[in-house]
Every structure is written in structure tokens, then in C-alpha cells.
């Protein structure tokens, strides 16, 4: 993991540490107050993919997901620590990250730890009926509301959950990675239609679960997934397969979130997904798009139409 400025310069390691430096290192996420990041590795003591926090300047570094014991698990002691963890997200008070990880039973569930003691907590298990909660979502205001997908016993199925409310009531299946509105009222997924039989299209819907709504994507494309918010809440972008180039890894999309106006972003580069938009800085000229591909060795970056409000 490396941080450096937006033109490249002053570039500088985060993840190395010596000889206890994490191997395949992978997922930064900044906190939204600017001043951490975290981030999942191998750890080179347990072998096993934890959660690092660290200044932005690299110090301070600390694993949050320490197994056998090493840090204390609210309401769960005398069990092992997660194994696998991923999908690392922060609370909008920059103090708790939150993951998922898999327990010794083979079930994966939702963490969270503290960012200053470090003591971390296990939010959901299996006595509650729950054999797998992943892709845990912060939402971005200051109200402590968590999304997650959760499949329960007896299922094959999974949904999405948000303090209670299950907002994919009906669908066959859902799924993340989860994403918030920048408001914070709305959440979008991927799910597969129970109606049409289409999998993989993009929903969204209250943080309640009413007004639910799916963007209609082209009748061509396929495995449509990685939902990601413009700015202004007024757009969603997504990675799917088809179109024009049908066969061809996955491309970015963007539409309107009624669906309307769907558009392919560009033709390059392959096997994109995860498509992350830049805010809008106060002098506006454009809104862009950031997008990962696995035949560049950066994301790359393409403009798109600019956000409502004080753009040219």
C-alpha cells in the first residue's frame, strides 16, 4: 500500500514494515476525516489475512484482527479471531471499522473495532439465525445505520439488512458490495430478478426498504454489479458485461438512478469494475470517475457529465 499526492509526487509506503511486512496487501480505505487508513494483508506471524490501521503518514501501524486472543473480543472471549477478513468500511466518526471475517465454524459475520482501544466486536453470529453476514456499509451520516448481506440458516439465499429491515424482501437473491446514497437515505445492491429471471441487476431503495426501484440497465447486459453514487446522488455507475463488445469482460456503466440515459463510460480498459466517483470540488469543472482494470496497472480515470449544481 502506497499514499502519494493526486500528481504522483511524494510517494511514500504504508504497508511496509521490515521484516513483519504484510504480504498482498489490498482494499485501502482513507477514514472520512482524512487522517488513517486501513487496509487487509497477510500477516506474516498468523499467515492469515488481517485488518491494519495506520496514520496516513504510515506510523502508528496496529493490527485490528489479531487472532488466538491477542485482542480482546467484546462478548465473545475465549474464541478465536476472524480469519479471512475483507470488505473493510468506517463509521462516519472516523473511531470504529467495521469487516467481515470468518469464524472457526466456517460462518462468515460482521466485526468492529475501535480505532483508539482497539477492543473489538463481534455484530452478528450464527445463534441468531444468521450463517453468513458480509460487505458490511457504514451509512455516511453520523446515525451508526449498518447495511449488510446476511444468509440465513436453511437458505441458499442471501439479502440485505439495514438495522433490521430487510430491503430485498421477494428476490431470489442479493448481494454486495453495498453501496449508500451520499446522503445517506437510499442504498443500492445486486440482486437477481424474481419476476423476470434476470440475474444481476442493480436496485436501490429507503434505507427502510420502501420505494425500491431498479435501474434499468440495456436488455444486453449481464452480471451487472459494483453500484457506486455520483456525488450528487442524481447518477449510479456499475460494472457489467455486454453491450456493444457482448463478448468482452466486464465495462462501466452509468445511468441516471431512475435508469434512464444508460451509457457506456468507455471501451477501455478490460476486466473493469469497482468504479469509484471523484466528489465534486468546489470550483467544478467535471465530475469524473476513477475505475480499476486488470490490464492497467493504476485506475484510470475518465470524465463524465458534470454534477447538478455550479458546473459549467
Not at 496514520?55 to 502508528?60: P, Q
Not at 468492529?112 to 458480509?134: C, E
Request: aromatic share 8%; charged share 20%.
Amino acid at each position: 500500500i502506497q499514499i502519494s499526492n493526486a500528481d504522483g509526487s511524494g510517494a511514500q509506503p504504508i504497508s511496509d514494515g521490515g521484516s513483519h511486512t504484510p504480504a498482498n496487501n489490498e482494499g485501502p480505505v482513507f477514514s472520512p476525516d482524512g487522517r488513517f487508513i486501513a487496509w487487509t494483508g497477510i500477516d506474516p506471524q498468523t499467515d492469515e489475512r488481517e485488518v491494519y490501521l495506520a496514520e496516513i503518514d504510515g506510523s502508528s501501524r496496529r493490527v485490528l484482527s489479531r487472532k488466538a486472543g491477542t485482542v480482546p473480543i467484546v462478548g465473545d472471549p475465549g474464541r478465536t479471531a476472524p480469519i479471512h477478513n475483507a470488505f473493510i468500511d468506517w463509521r462516519a466518526d472516523s473511531e470504529r471499522i467495521v469487516w467481515h471475517g470468518q469464524d472457526p465454524d466456517g460462518y462468515s459475520h460482521i466485526y468492529q473495532s475501535s480505532r483508539i482501544s482497539g477492543t473489538m466486536q463481534k455484530l452478528t453470529d450464527s445463534s441468531d439465525g444468521i450463517k453468513h453476514a458480509v460487505h458490511p456499509q457504514y451509512s455516511p451520516t453520523a446515525d451508526d445505520q449498518l447495511a449488510f448481506q446476511r444468509t440465513p440458516f436453511g437458505s441458499d439465499f442471501s439479502d440485505v439488512v439495514v438495522d433490521g429491515a430487510i430491503l430485498s424482501t421477494g428476490q431470489k437473491n442479493a448481494y454486495g458490495p453495498l453501496a449508500w446514497s451520499p446522503d445517506g437515505t437510499r442504498l443500492a445492491w445486486t440482486a437477481n430478478n424474481a419476476v423476470s429471471g434476470a440475474a444481476s441487476e442493480i436496485y436501490h431503495a429507503r434505507r427502510d426498504g420502501t420505494d425500491r426501484t431498479i435501474v434499468n440497465p440495456a436488455e444486453d447486459l449481464t452480471q451487472n454489479s459494483f453500484p457506486a453514487w455520483s456525488p450528487d446522488g442524481t447518477q449510479l455507475a456499475w460494472a457489467a458485461r455486454g453491450g456493444p463488445h457482448p463478448a468482452v469482460s466486464m465495462r462501466i456503466w452509468v445511468a441516471d438512478t431512475d435508469g434512464r440515459n444508460t451509457y457506456l463510460l468507455a471501451e477501455e480498459p478490460d476486466n473493469a469494475r469497482y468504479p469509484t466517483w471523484r466528489p465534486k470540488p468546489a470550483s467544478c469543472t467535471s465530475t469524473t470517475l476513477s475505475i480499476g482494470g486488470a490490464a492497467t496497472a493504476e485506475p484510470t480515470t475518465h470524465a463524465v457529465r458534470c454534477a447538478l449544481g455550479g458546473c459549467p
